[in-house]
């Protein structure tokens, strides 16, 4: 913790700096109301909503679906308005700060075009020129939870009006200051972007290659040929075209599939073995404990292979390894004992990440909750090299893209935590960069 935080934390007000309602800020630095900055408006829609006359022209019209996808620099394209609908709406130009007012509220963005904002925006327009604007879109990034409390909450929506965030104060540095603190919060943005695009990249790559090693359609090298040079055909199997000398098990032939044991509220301690639930799978640190007799059966260490047979499409119902150490199994989820001797457990866990969507697709259950049966399950086949040591070269080339992925994602983790505490630093003056 740095010297100056800790005066602050003390109640003292360090050289250099001053007490102002925004807390303590440096000397040079003033305090502003939004409305001594800029100009607030409220975005209009046309009514009736969906009117031929009004919707579907060729006007961008800004939605919050825009700006969740888009981030900071917007360019609308889910929905769009005629001239005459625009005549209804709120147009603002290219380079507009605007903030989302209605529902999750306080979320900032930038219009990359011309564009339409509906009554679910405010915009910032007339900005004064000693007030930088990528500054004040990086400083309404930290503060929507003191927006979402300082608007009105009644009905269906949270609203945060146009006097709300007129009213809003805000310190602002010298505009030299401000240029140089936007720089560098839009430098780590750029390295942020580029994570999530190489990510993307690697995730497409992973599934890609999956898709081709786990079901034959491609062969690493060493396993193209028999002994003789010739290269290995293809056979019409019930799981399509694979490799001749592949085969096509039911798991139920090398896998058991033993369900956990449904805990009881009262049950639940504070203290002995966690017990997995399906949010801890995915990646909840909240468990519940137990101390009492179990069946050995239910007992789960490190890396055993689980499969969630109860849950959200696409998030926690599929295959799961449990890096969590020694723990009980709950209802909901099967471990799953692999005979080694048949199938190698890594091959197998990559082959039920490709499995889970037909998987998904036969379970039951109308919305986004599904759930399968063990003797659906135990009926699944799967596209096996008979060779041990095909099955793990596969593994391995899978398990060295996930693992690249996983340390991309970790890095991201760590870049969007530096980033938030060089905002808190930056835009409250703990650190100068003049």
Known sequence: MSQLQLAVDSGQVPEGYKQTEVGVIPED???K???????????????PKGDKRYYGGTIPRLMVEDVTRDIKYVTPIVDSLTEEGAKKSRPCSKGTLTVVCSGTVGIPSILAVDACIHDGFLGLINLSGNINRDYLYHFFKTQQSKLN???THGGVFTNLTSDIVRNFVLPAPPFEE??????????IDTLITSLEKLIAKKRAIKTATMQQLLTGKKRLPEFERHPNGEPKGYKQTELGVIPEDWETPRLKEFCTLINGRGFKPHEWETEGLPI??????????EFNYYSGHY????????NQLLFAWSGSRGTSFGPHVWKGGDALLNYHTWKLVVDETKVKETFFYFTLKVLTKEIEESAHGAS???HTQKGEMEQFAIPLPPSAKEQEAIAEVLSNIETDLNSLQTRLTKTHQLKQGMMQELLTGRTRLI
């Open 276 to 285: 997995i639930r399906i949010q801890n799978l995915n990646g909840s640190e």
């Open 178 to 187: 401000q240029q140089l603190i936007s720089q560098v919060l839009s430098d």
């Open 33 to 47: 109301t939004v409305a001594d900055i800029a100009e607030v408006i409220r975005g209009a829609s046309p009514r």
């Open 29 to 31: 630095w003033s305090v």
């Open 295 to 302: 069946d050995p059966k239910i007992f789960v260490k490190n």
């Open 368 to 370: 986004a909750l599904v």
């Open 149 to 151: 409390q300082s608007a």
